[in-house]
């Protein structure tokens, strides 16, 4: 391995470890309340090298909800391949790709949830990605619609994106699931009735 090439796996590794670190002690502490000096402590390294690679916790932040983009995405994409767009298709996709996805990553929505509460930037990238995922759909699903037609219809699904994202955060993330098999149910059905009366 060349030098330049190991500098760069270094300060890969570097950062990886501080992002683990920070998700750590957001997970114990709350976003809010953890410092950068208690992730510089947890990352075991000192705070000029943490700020040489983030000089804050929003940045640590959006570095992971980029790298767990493509698995949101992914469950979306799983849409475009349904046959049907029935209740009961949509409570079975709640209920296998939606639920594994939230409890894989569920670190990071909480962090996510709590940083959008007193951060706009991460609040902006949160919408961001459900704007994204609205768009990538409505390629998929209705590559016929023009301009007003198409934003019309990315502003409802962003709605049923925000919906959901809320009802996995209480249910998954905040251990509010007493009533969960009501909360997939409502929401299987909100999202049927929308894709399957627009396809």
């Given at each position: 391995?060349t030098?330049?090439t190991?500098?760069?796996?270094?300060?890969t590794?570097?950062q990886?470890r501080i992002?683990?670190a920070?998700?750590?002690?957001?997970?114990e502490?709350g976003?809010?309340?953890?410092?950068?000096?208690q992730i510089a402590?947890?990352?075991e390294?000192s705070r000029?090298?943490l700020?040489l690679?983030?000089?804050?916790?929003?940045?640590?932040?959006?570095d992971?909800?980029?790298?767990?983009?493509?698995s949101a995405?992914?469950?979306y994409?799983?849409?475009?391949?349904?046959a049907?767009?029935?209740?009961y298709?949509?409570?079975?996709?709640?209920?296998?790709?939606?639920?594994?996805?939230?409890n894989?990553h569920s670190?990071?929505?909480?962090?996510?949830n709590r940083?959008?509460a007193?951060?706009?930037?991460?609040?902006d990238?949160w919408?961001?990605?459900?704007r994204r995922?609205?768009?990538?759909?409505?390629?998929?699903?209705?590559?016929?619609l023009?301009?007003?037609?198409?934003?019309?219809?990315?502003?409802?699904?962003?709605?049923l994106?925000?919906?959901?994202?809320?009802?996995?955060?209480?249910?998954?993330?905040?251990g509010?699931?007493?009533r969960?098999?009501?909360a997939?149910?409502g929401l299987?059905?909100?999202?049927a009735g929308?894709?399957?009366?627009?396809?």
């Amino acid at each position: 391995m060349t030098a330049p090439t190991q500098r760069a796996a270094s300060k890969t590794a570097t950062q990886q470890r501080i992002v683990d670190a920070a998700f750590t002690l957001f997970r114990e502490h709350g976003y809010e309340a953890t410092t950068m000096s208690q992730i510089a402590r947890q990352a075991e390294t000192s705070r000029p090298n943490l700020y040489l690679h983030f000089t804050s916790k929003t940045q640590i932040v959006l570095d992971r909800m980029k790298s767990i983009e493509p698995s949101a995405t992914a469950m979306y994409d799983e849409l475009g391949e349904l046959a049907t767009f029935s209740t009961y298709s949509m409570l079975e996709w709640l209920r296998s790709t939606g639920k594994a996805m939230w409890n894989s990553h569920s670190a990071e929505f909480d962090a996510i949830n709590r940083a959008t509460a007193t951060d706009d930037e991460v609040l902006d990238e949160w919408l961001g990605l459900h704007r994204r995922i609205s768009s990538q759909l409505a390629d998929r699903l209705k590559p016929e619609l023009k301009d007003d037609e198409r934003a019309a219809w990315e502003s409802y699904l962003t709605t049923l994106l925000v919906g959901l994202e809320r009802n996995f955060y209480f249910i998954y993330i905040r251990g509010h699931a007493e009533r969960e098999e009501f909360a997939l149910r409502g929401l299987a059905q909100q999202w049927a009735g929308f894709l399957g009366a627009q396809h």
